[in-house]
């Protein structure tokens, strides 16, 4: 869990991305977070950002509401179709008012802050979002992990593994599959390996969460 890492940590596990179609501000905006510590990419185009970025590192966006082409609005519609892309949005703009902070923070925004921002707040918020990015990558991770394990088992294997996390015992399995219990115990074992789990309950467990991800 990031509750665990102190910033310094934090900060080398993430990325913030900067967005921002005002190339001075970019710059200045850059500086200003690498002295403060953080690993920066920055881009001068919602086009750009989403052609060169491949979203493998957690961080967060600091997006501009207003740029030529696709706005932040637009990127932000795109960002929260794609789980694969969905790292935390702060919208900093100049061009902020109450009802644009409350349309992006309904659709998902981390946070809607004005320009000029406070240094020391910006620092936080980009720092919190940050924290639950790196838990939320690590979760998802976890996730597809178990996924490509559960679909690397042979037919046999998955049968025999969803009857174990279900509590049956090897000589149950044997009678239900008509097959001998040595047998079973040999796809039981292999299963669990594969799975990387060493009982019914974290087998349940396991099967659970690839049957979550399917719904």
Known sequence: MSEFLDTPELQDKVIVRLVDDDKDFLRSMKL?????????RDFSLAQDFLQEENFKV???????????GMTGL???RQLINDKEKALPIIFLTGHGDVESAVHTLKRGAFDFL????NPLKFNKTI????????DNFGASLEDREVIKAFKSLTPREKEI????????????IASDLDIAVATVKMHRANAF??????????AL???NAVKDKDR
């Open 193 to 202: 390996e594969k799975m990387s789990v060493h009982s019914s309950i974290e």
């Open 114 to 117: 004005q320009k000029p921002v």
């Open 58 to 68: 957690p961080g967060c966006i600091v997006l501009d509401m207003r740029m030529p």
């Open 74 to 76: 637009e990127l932000q």
């Open 205 to 207: 467990h396991k099967l």
């Open 161 to 172: 593994f969803e009857l174990a996390a279900g509590g049956k015992s090897n000589k149950e």
């Open 127 to 134: 720092e919190e979002a940050c924290r639950l990015s790196l």
């Open 32 to 40: 200003m977070l690498e002295m403060m510590g953080w690993k920066v």
